[in-house]
């Protein structure tokens, strides 16, 4: 089965505490995306990467880092310097800088 | 970055009845694409449209893009209680960043019997 995983499904931390969120694709897809969406609102892009070694900040890459050493993995770790890091994350891939962008199930983070 | 506006926020309609959600863009958009997020699942992709008014369907689901490249529209004949969500807009980033895309704002659509 192609597809994008995330795990876990549910995350729950204490405050203070560094978390990674996993995010793993075998559609061989060149570009990946973190999001953050929040109650009721819309997406926000978190950091991109559209090839392997490199990867830009998006909108609100503050208190968030990436790593993409391989092509079918881009975690995303929340730092404890992310003020609010509650929310739902969202990992997407494209096969190319132009196409749709096909998500992954997400991880609810709920920090304490 | 650049904003796209969807209207309206949320809209409530019986079965049968049709849906119009809008897309507007203070700026020419290079393409526009449209999601669906079922509640509490993850954005699924629709369609992607690229031509100054461009129409597609997709069974009851038609998309429009202005001739202006300022708007688009997604129009549902006769809603089901399967098309319940919340539905996106997306723009493009200019060139340099085309990978990043920018959401709007989502319009989500309750449908009861």
């Known amino acids: 089965d192609g597809g994008i995983t995330q795990s876990p499904k549910y995350l729950f931390r204490k405050e203070g505490q560094n978390v990674t969120l996993s995010c793993e694709q075998n559609l061989n897809h060149d570009a990946m995306y973190w999001y953050r969406q929040d109650p009721g609102q819309g997406l926000r892009l978190i950091y991109y990467?559209?090839?392997?070694?490199?990867?830009q900040k998006g909108d609100i890459a503050e208190g968030y880092s990436v790593s993409r050493e391989k092509k079918e993995s881009f975690p995303l770790t929340v730092t404890s310097a992310q003020k609010n890091p509650t929310a739902f994350y969202l990992c997407a891939s494209s096969s190319h800088d132009r196409g749709g962008q096909y998500f992954g199930p997400g991880t609810r983070l709920t920090v304490t | 970055g650049q904003q796209v506006m969807q209207i309206p926020q949320y809209q409530h309609v019986q079965e049968g009845e049709d849906f119009t959600t809008y897309c507007n863009s203070s700026?020419?958009?290079?393409?526009i694409q449209w999601y669906k997020q079922r509640p509490g699942g993850h954005p699924v992709f629709l369609i992607q449209l690229v031509k100054s008014g461009e129409v597609k369907k997709q069974k009851r689901l038609t998309f429009q893009f202005g001739e202006a490249k300022k708007n688009s529209s997604l129009h549902i004949t006769a809603t089901q209680t399967t098309d319940v969500g919340t539905y996106f807009c997306?723009?493009?980033?200019?060139?340099?960043?085309?990978?990043?895309?920018?959401f709007g704002t989502g319009t989500r659509l309750q449908v009861t019997l």
């Open positions: 997306a723009r493009r980033g200019t060139t340099g960043t085309a990978s990043k895309l920018t």
């Open positions: 700026t020419t958009l290079s393409n």
């Open positions: 990467s559209q090839i392997v070694n490199d990867f």
